[in-house]
């Protein structure tokens, strides 16, 4: 059985709930057992949260380069192109954390 702490959202796999929940130390009776469509959710989503996570990882090197790039301004062509980049991965980052917001408040995350 898979059960939600409804404090702090730590899921538990068992028979039953923890006495107190190893995270937040609340007690068993905060946690709520998963029917197995929302366990089904979770286990589906986290190869879509792990991609997330993967690409919110790269976005600082991905800066870094267009930084670069913006800096040595060859010509206002690349100077445009770089600025751009700049633009289109900070938007990305501020995508993907309010697309993981949102799996994490429908429970989606686990």
Not at 81 to 100: G, P, Q, T
């Amino acid at each position: 059985m898979n059960w939600k702490c409804g404090v702090c959202n730590l899921i538990w796999k068992g028979d039953g709930p923890p006495e107190a929940c190893p995270k937040c130390a609340s007690p068993g009776e905060k946690y709520a057992e998963l029917s197995d469509e929302q366990w089904a959710l979770i286990e589906r989503s986290r190869v879509t949260n792990d991609l997330y996570m993967r690409l919110l990882a790269m976005i600082p090197g991905i800066e870094e380069i267009a930084d670069r790039g913006v800096d040595d301004n060859l010509d206002p062509w690349c100077h445009a192109l770089h600025e751009r980049i700049l633009e289109d991965v900070r938007f990305w980052k501020r995508s993907i954390v309010a697309e993981i917001n949102g799996h994490v408040n429908r429970g989606k995350w686990g």
